[in-house]
């Protein structure tokens, strides 16, 4: 699986779009029981046979309703969207990225899933897309960050092997990173994905922040950042980000692949996803995949993945709460998170996929992401967060004042929240 996703741990599609087509309305007869559903998984093969298996078989189960499966390219699906939703032609089911869940519930695009609350209550939490209080998708599956290495790396080096109860205390971790840079032996001693764009950077970066004790916007109201995202907290998170690629332990760019530079020992430490445990552990026998490192106010990764809801556009808001909850059922969070490869958001789905069942290789991934999970802030404002805290964390990490930077970001975010009050 490759990250470039929208974290939402699916690879990009690169077909042709369909003409968008209007789910939530049919023609007069038998048609009018046919609703629509989009996903972005046009270029994703595995991923879109296992959907469209769970709408065989709903549409096999009952006569009725019909579920007409529709795939888009991913660099495209969001757009597609938002046009159609502008259009007033939203089908009635769709695939939404977890990030975007709150923005497109406050749009009207989205109405909320009721009825499965017990249901739900069996998910992991970042797999249940909430916005005021209500849930308006669910996923089959999420990702974990974590740090990848090796044991004969921290062997070499004398560092500890960390684990979910113990992990790296910021002073032991960079005591680690110095060992390795003093060496010589590589190029960076850790890679953290620079040279990546778009969602990784609050994806991948704003759980360290969280780490240092900050935060992208005050969670009590999501009014305001002030205080979480320029106090004393997040500008000493911000300093130590700087200072990574100042001292040299880090790339300011890194290349376009830190997996593969990893495995070809361009670097000792990687900051990356569970999706690269497969590549890497073809590569090497004594792979390592570490927790997130405590920073002072405990380890943290991000959560939230690709979802699915229902529109508010749909004619036929039935048919479509029946799909989404035959469609919940543990054997298709397996079949999905097998076909893609992620972490199944039920413990029953998790016994069924070979190395999510407990004490399985890949468990790890599933129980970093229950005990060290923090969602990216469910606001409709979301969107231009992420977006901004990228372009500021560019620009601190090329020399930017961290001070400064973080009070100007606050600003415009604070300006951008005032609509959503």
Not at 142 to 159: A, N, Q, Y
Not at 171 to 179: G, I, P
Not at 333 to 362: C, M, S, Y
Request: charged fraction near 20%.
């Amino acid at each position: 699986m490759t990250l470039a996703m929208s974290l939402g741990a699916c690879s990009k599609g690169g077909s042709t779009p369909a003409s968008p087509a209007p789910g939530g309305s049919g023609s007069s007869g038998a048609a009018a029981s046919e609703i629509s559903m989009w996903t972005h998984n046009a270029g994703n093969k595995d991923e879109l046979a296992a959907i469209q298996t769970i709408v065989d078989d709903f549409n096999g189960s009952q006569a009725q309703y019909k579920v007409k499966l529709q795939a888009f390219p991913q660099e495209s699906y969001n757009q597609s969207v938002t046009a159609a939703a502008s259009a007033k032609k939203l089908p009635c089911l769709l695939d939404i990225d977890q990030p975007n869940v709150a923005n497109w519930a406050w749009a009207g695009y989205l109405a909320p899933i009721t009825g499965m609350d017990d249901t739900l209550s069996k998910y992991l939490p970042s797999t249940v897309a909430k916005y005021n209080g209500k849930t308006y998708a669910y996923g089959y599956y999420d990702v974990s960050l974590t740090w990848v290495t090796r044991k004969s790396i921290l062997d070499e080096f004398g560092i500890r092997v960390p684990t979910i109860e113990q992990p790296w205390k910021a002073d032991e971790f960079m005591a680690a990173l110095k060992k390795v840079k003093d060496s010589g032996k590589y190029a960076n001693a850790a890679d953290i994905a620079t040279g990546w764009t778009g969602e990784w950077w609050p994806y991948g970066f704003s759980p360290l922040l969280q780490s240092f004790g900050g935060d992208l916007i005050n969670r009590t109201d999501y009014k305001t950042a002030d205080g979480v995202l320029n106090g004393d907290k997040a500008v000493a998170w911000a300093t130590w980000f700087q200072n990574l690629a100042k001292d040299g332990y880090i790339a300011k760019k890194s290349g376009s692949d830190p997996s593969q530079d990893f495995m070809n020992g361009k670097s000792a430490f990687l900051w990356n996803g569970s999706w690269t445990a497969v590549p890497v552990r073809e590569k090497f026998s004594d792979v390592v995949f570490a927790p997130p490192v405590d920073f002072g106010n405990g380890g943290k990764v991000g959560g939230g993945s690709w979802t699915w809801g229902q529109s508010a556009q749909c004619s036929n808001p039935e048919a479509a709460a029946a799909y989404l909850k035959f469609a919940s059922a543990d054997k298709y969070v397996a079949l999905v998170a097998q076909k893609t490869n992620n972490i199944p958001t039920t413990d029953e789905a998790a016994k069924l996929v070979p190395g999510f069942e407990p004490g399985g290789v890949n468990d790890v991934f599933r129980q970093y992401s229950k005990k060290f999970t923090v969602m990216r802030p469910e606001t409709p404002g979301y969107p231009y967060i992420a977006t901004a805290f990228e372009k500021t964390a560019k620009d601190i990490l090329n020399g930017a004042d961290p001070k400064t930077s973080l009070d100007a970001l606050v600003k415009d975010i604070n300006t951008n929240q005032q609509q959503y009050s």
